[in-house]
């Protein structure tokens, strides 16, 4: 049963331009929303999160987008650069059930920023 | 401020050993997790400790244990090892408490485990 959703494997995107990564849930309990990047033979780097009371939260040329009604969220990547070339991980947790600490992932995007 | 480290990083063990995986998690953080990552299930969560305690757990067998002590450094424990336990073993810390912030984790370089 697969919670989190990625459902595709790989982008491929131009320098410059936007990078949109999508993410669905099914878990209606899920209230906070992280995304991650991951590179080979390294662990996972937190890029980004949400909570389930906003709908958009931004950091530099991140922002992530959350539509609750949907189960959706989306990542922005805007502008691409070649270094953010790498693996992208959804996941979420449901921090209101004594559970923050148990993320759940999705099965990664494969992000390449081509020149 | 140094992160989560993870040692070793690689291993080479075979059916019926066992291992013991070891974590030091970012200063200050108290909350230790474990999830493993294989190429057919993605990245799956094993367990968290926090104050020494087993706070929350993922649906993995009992051969998978960990402990954590009194200065947050966390030891994962896999029994009688199997194939498919070959994995990279990530640990990740966090601050936990009320905030969303303080539950962000961090996650460690992880350690491969292959099982010949």
């Known amino acids: 049963d697969q919670q989190v959703k990625q459902n595709s494997p790989s982008l491929s995107v131009q320098e410059g331009r936007i990078s949109i990564l999508n993410c669905d849930y099914t878990?209606?309990?899920?209230?906070?929303f992280l995304w991650y990047k991951k590179y080979p033979a390294e662990g996972p780097t937190f890029l980004i999160s949400?909570?389930?009371?906003?709908d958009k939260n931004e950091d530099g040329r991140f922002t992530v987008f959350l539509n609750k009604s949907a189960k959706h969220l989306s990542l922005h990547i805007v502008p691409s650069q070649p270094g953010d070339s790498a693996v992208y991980f959804c996941a979420a947790s449901a921090q209101t059930t004594g559970t923050a600490s148990k993320l759940t992932f999705g099965t990664g995007t494969r992000l390449q920023v081509t020149l | 401020k140094a992160g989560v480290t993870q040692t070793p990083r690689y291993l080479i063990k075979t059916r019926g050993q066992q291992v013991t995986l070891s974590c030091s998690p970012i200063?200050?953080?108290?909350?230790v997790s474990w999830y493993q990552q294989t190429p057919g299930q993605g990245l799956q969560f094993l367990f968290e400790y926090f104050s020494e305690t087993q706070r929350n757990k993922g649906n993995f067998p009992g051969r998978f244990s960990g402990r954590q002590f009194s200065n947050s450094r966390s030891e994962m424990n896999v029994s009688t090892l199997e194939l498919g336990d070959s994995a990279l073993y990530l640990c990740a810390s966090s601050r936990r408490g009320g905030s969303e912030a303080k539950n962000i984790q961090y996650f460690g370089a992880g350690t491969r485990l292959s099982v010949l």
């Open positions: 949400i909570s389930s009371i906003k």
């Open positions: 878990n209606s309990m899920f209230d906070y």
């Open positions: 200063s200050g953080h108290r909350s």
